[in-house]
Every structure is written in structure tokens, then in C-alpha cells.
């Protein structure tokens, strides 16, 4: 193949101080206001407008980044969760076996034993920010408690907490199970 050559054509001759002109470009002078004119209302309320309207688009990002970051902390916190009160079953059976195996004496290495492993769970639970309610003589609450019935001590204020029978827990400031309790009624 064969390159053809095409010649070349000369531009015409610029003075130095002259720029080139391109009939399409127009110059600054032709659209120039005088400085003392003011753009017209209609101009100066779409400009309000649009600035309105990007004012409102950046304070709702910025509100949307905030509760993305919110959500994201809480998962994090409350990651555990489902796992902590699955396991909160199993902690109570293993505390009523504890109770139950403390009245036989020939049994007592391995209840101290077992007294280990359920301070060694209890305290894997409370570094995983999960944290016991107690009860007993507080006074009833319905955020934290579920009475189960009611007995009567003379005692005891009313609606004071008189025995625990299944112990709640909290998750951070969330309640994962409540207090099983008896309350007292005078």
C-alpha cells in the first residue's frame, strides 16, 4: 500500500497580537451586563431555588450518613444477640443442677467444680455486655419484669419483687429476656 502524500496548505499570515477568531466562540464583550444591572426576579428566584434544593440534598446526606453510622455501631453492639440468648436456656438449667447437686455433700468437689465453670460462664456473658436484672426487693417494673403471679407479705411493700424464678438479662440498654417474677400484693 501506498501512502499518498497531501500537500501542504499554507495558513494565512496572523499578526502577532491578533488571535484567531471562531465565528461559533462568542467574546466576552458581546454578552457583557453592565454591572449595575440586576438580573431579572424570575432569574433570582430559580437561582433561590436551586439553592434550596441543594441546601436540602446536602442536609439530607449528611443525615443519611449519621444514621448509616448509627445502624452500623448498633449492629455492631447488638451482633451477638441471638447467640447470648440462646444460650440463656442453657445457663438456667445449669444453674437449677448447680442448686439441686449443693445439697449432696459426697458430691462437693464436683460441685465446686461445676461452681467454676458457672462463674467462668457468667463472666464470658457479662464481657460480652450481657448483664443480669436483679429483682428481688425491687419494685415491680413491667419494662423488666414478667410476673407470674402473686403472693401476699406483710412484710414486703406492695408490688415489691418477692422471689426470682427465672433471671433476666439486658443487652447494653436492650432487654433480651425479662425477669420471671412473683410480686408481692397486699
Not at 441543594?54 to 455501631?73: H, V
Not at 457468667?122 to 413491667?142: E, K, R
Request: hydrophobic content about 35%; cysteine-free.
Amino acid at each position: 500500500m501506498k501512502k499518498e502524500h497531501q500537500p501542504h496548505t499554507p495558513k494565512p499570515a496572523q499578526h502577532p497580537s491578533e488571535e484567531p477568531v471562531d465565528p461559533d466562540v462568542s467574546t466576552s464583550q458581546d454578552h457583557q451586563e453592565a454591572p449595575d444591572q440586576v438580573a431579572s426576579p424570575n432569574l433570582q428566584a430559580e437561582v433561590d431555588r436551586y439553592r434550596d434544593a441543594a441546601q436540602r440534598a446536602a442536609a439530607d446526606l449528611e443525615n443519611y450518613r449519621k444514621r448509616m453510622i448509627r445502624e452500623k455501631e448498633e449492629a455492631i453492639r447488638f451482633a451477638n444477640a441471638g447467640l447470648l440468648e440462646k444460650l440463656l436456656p442453657i445457663l438456667d438449667n445449669f444453674e437449677l443442677g448447680l442448686e439441686a447437686a449443693r445439697g449432696d455433700e459426697s458430691a462437693k468437689g464436683i460441685v465446686n467444680g461445676f461452681a467454676m465453670i458457672h462463674r467462668q460462664l457468667g463472666d464470658f456473658l457479662q464481657t460480652s455486655g450481657l448483664q443480669p436484672i436483679d429483682a428481688v426487693g425491687q419494685p415491680f417494673d413491667p419494662k423488666l419484669h414478667e410476673a407470674l403471679g402473686h403472693e401476699s407479705d406483710p412484710a414486703q411493700p406492695d408490688g415489691a419483687v418477692l422471689r426470682q424464678l427465672r433471671r433476666g438479662y439486658r443487652l447494653a440498654d436492650r432487654l433480651v429476656r425479662p425477669s420471671s417474677v412473683i410480686v408481692n400484693k397486699a
